[in-house]
């Protein structure tokens, strides 16, 4: 993306006359023009970057840096909070049945309901077409025989 800081002229402080000859710190106002301009779009990138290196630590996968931007490395992001909420814990037992797919999912880690939403947010600022990434989700929920999620 492009780094330069687009030029936005500072606006005018109006002071009354009672304030301008008083001493002490520089007013809140005074500091906050002189700080330098937000590049938002290198702001974007980097929550994007974070928000793929969260995804890879999450599910432990293994990517090269590259791979990141990719829209493969989406897919296996789905493909592995797939495979996550199918585990539990009681369906390594065979005398105890699997919980019903349709529990309630965690609201953190990787078995958190929201990391499909975050993966069509990322999909969209990586210019992945967000079908592909729903039509996979689906694919991978019924091959794992959980089709009341993948109906949903």
């Known amino acids: 993306s492009d780094s330069a800081v687009e030029e936005v ?21 005074e500091l906050a023009l002189e700080q330098r301009g937000v590049h938002f779009p290198l702001v ?13 630590m999450t599910f432990g996968l293994r990517v090269k ?8 490395y989406l897919l296996r992001v ?4 797939v ?12 005398s105890c049945p699997a919980p019903p797919p349709a529990l ?3 609201a953190s880690g990787p078995r958190a309901d929201w ?22 989700l689906v694919c991978e929920l019924y091959s794992q025989g959980l089709d009341p ?4």
């Open 9 to 29: 002229s500072p606006p005018e402080l109006c002071v009354e006359e009672v304030w301008c000859g008083a001493e002490g710190p520089a007013s809140i106002a």
């Open 78 to 81: 789905l493909t592995a909070w």
């Open 104 to 106: 309630p999912l965690p």
């Open 115 to 136: 990391w499909p939403s975050v993966c069509l947010d990322l999909g969209v600022l990586l210019q992945v077409n967000p079908d592909i990434l729903r039509r996979h």
């Open 44 to 56: 974007q990138h980097h929550c994007l970057l974070a928000s793929l290196l969260h995804a890879a």
């Open 149 to 152: 999620r993948a109906e949903e």
């Open 65 to 72: 840096p590259l791979s990141l931007f990719d829209s493969k």
């Open 83 to 94: 495979q996550a909420i199918d585990e539990s814990p009681a369906s390594s037992e065979p």
